[in-house]
Every structure is written in C-alpha cells, then in structure tokens.
C-alpha cells in the first residue's frame, strides 16, 4: 500500500482529500501544521506529501526547501495561490507537482498516481546502478552506500528515511558501541527538530523491520535496558 501524507490546516480539506485517497487504496496520515508534518515525513515515510502553502506555523515553500534538502519524496502542492509566482516560486523549492483548489479528486488522484511512479521508476534506475558495486565488496550483511544514501541488506536495496539512514550510519561507524536515546537524538536533531524518545523507538522498530531476519528477535539492533541501544556484527 502506498502513502500518502497531508500537510493542512483546514480540517475539512483534509478529511476530504484523505477520505477520497483512502477508498482508492492509499494509506494516510494528516497534519495540521508544518512542524507535525516534518516529523511524518520522516516517520511515516511517505511515497507522496500534500502541502498546503498557508500554514498556522510556517510558510509551505519554506517547509517544502526543508523537506527537500532531506529527502526525495514527491511533493504536490496544494493551494488557493494561483498566481504564477507562487507555482514558480514552489517548483523552485522543490515541489513535484502544483494542483489550484479547487481541483477535480479524479485529476488530484491520477496526478499522485503519476508522481510515484516516476519516483519508484527512479529508485529502481538507482539501485540498479548500486547493485552490481556491492558484489564485490564487503561480505557484510548489512552495508550502506552513503553516496547515494542506500542500505544494502544481504543483497538487497532497502528504502529508508533519512532518520533511518543517519542512525544506521551512526551504528554501522561504531558496532559494540551503547547509544542512548539522547544520543541518537542528537544525531538526528538537525534534520528532525521535534524529535523525542518515542521517535526513536520507532525508528528502531522500523530499523528492526528492514535489517533484521526476525525484528522480533533482533541479532543487530539490539536493546540495552535502561541505557537505549547498540548494533552488533552478525557474521
């Protein structure tokens, strides 16, 4: 099931625009606010984000160059603002896509359809290209490719936040090593400003979920009780 994220303070858009994607199929989660937004972003790994520009925290095209500068995510705006300033001025910081209210569900749908596959088309061009470089090298089961921001696990591409990717780095630089969740916090503040212990606790059950063989029993992520968490090389 794909996802889709709504960033929009009026309710009733909201609820509309989430009640018509989730009969066609798509999973959702709403925010009314540019800081709650950010967070979804990076905890529920969108495959699409639609952003209102007039926000009660933050300015849309701000929140939208703070989006992009961290992930690739499509972003189609969403917006009275009809002007062509303003589509100009949200392309430029990194939108995808700029549909005016109001606008036809059926265009709005066919418009997230088109926007995700091209970004799997892409993500598929890219792990191709990163596949067959990771054959040769370490036989470890779990690698990163920090140029291209991609996690190997045991021979396979997997799709992260960025979150996600900073603490595997950060765990994969220092196995052995007890990180508490104040530390991983600082890790992830930069991009993540409203980050918190739960936070990272998903981000660890979603970590689990991805590398490990059974998340339940977890061999490389791994809990230290009443510190926070270590990664351990599994041969």
């Known amino acids: 099931?794909?996802?889709?994220?709504?960033?929009?303070?009026?309710?009733?858009?909201?609820?509309?625009?989430?009640?018509?994607?989730?009969?066609?199929?798509?999973?959702?989660?709403?925010?009314?606010?540019?800081?709650?937004?950010?967070?979804?972003?990076?905890?529920?790994?969108?495959?699409?984000?639609?952003?209102?520009?007039?926000?009660?925290?933050?300015?849309?095209?701000?929140?939208?160059?703070?989006?992009?500068?961290?992930?690739?995510?499509?972003?189609?705006?969403?917006?009275?603002?009809?002007?062509?300033s303003e589509r100009v001025g949200a392309l430029r910081a990194g939108a995808d896509d700029?549909?005016?209210?109001?606008?036809?569900?059926?265009?709005?749908?066919?418009?997230?359809?088109?926007?995700?596959?091209?970004?799997?088309?892409?993500?598929?061009?890219?792990?191709?290209?990163a596949a067959p470089a990771s054959e040769h090298g370490s036989e470890e089961p779990i690698r990163l490719d920090t140029e291209r921001r991609l996690l190997l696990v045991r021979g396979t591409l997997v799709e992260t936040t960025f979150s996600e990717f900073e603490l595997m780095k950060l765990f994969l630089s220092n196995p052995g090593k007890v990180f508490s969740r104040e530390d991983l916090i600082n890790a992830i503040r930069g991009y993540d400003s409203f980050v918190t212990d739960r936070a990272i606790d998903v981000h660890i059950v979603n970590l689990r979920r991805k590398v490990e063989v059974n998340p339940k029993e977890p061999k490389y992520i791994r809990t230290v009780w009443g510190v926070g968490y270590k990664y351990v090389n599994v041969s």
């Open 98 to 129: 700029y549909l005016c209210k109001p606008f036809s569900m059926h265009e709005l749908s066919a418009r997230v359809e088109a926007l995700i596959r091209r970004s799997k088309q892409m993500q598929r061009k890219a792990w191709e290209a």
């Open 1 to 84: 099931m794909y996802k889709v994220l709504v960033i929009e303070d009026d309710v009733m858009m909201s609820d509309m625009l989430s009640m018509y994607l989730t009969g066609e199929g798509y999973g959702i989660r709403q925010a009314v606010d540019g800081a709650s937004g950010l967070m979804l972003v990076d905890t529920f790994d969108p495959d699409v984000v639609l952003l209102d520009l007039m926000l009660p925290d933050c300015d849309g095209t701000e929140l939208c160059q703070t989006i992009r500068r961290h992930s690739s995510v499509p972003i189609m705006i969403v917006s009275m603002k009809s002007e062509v």
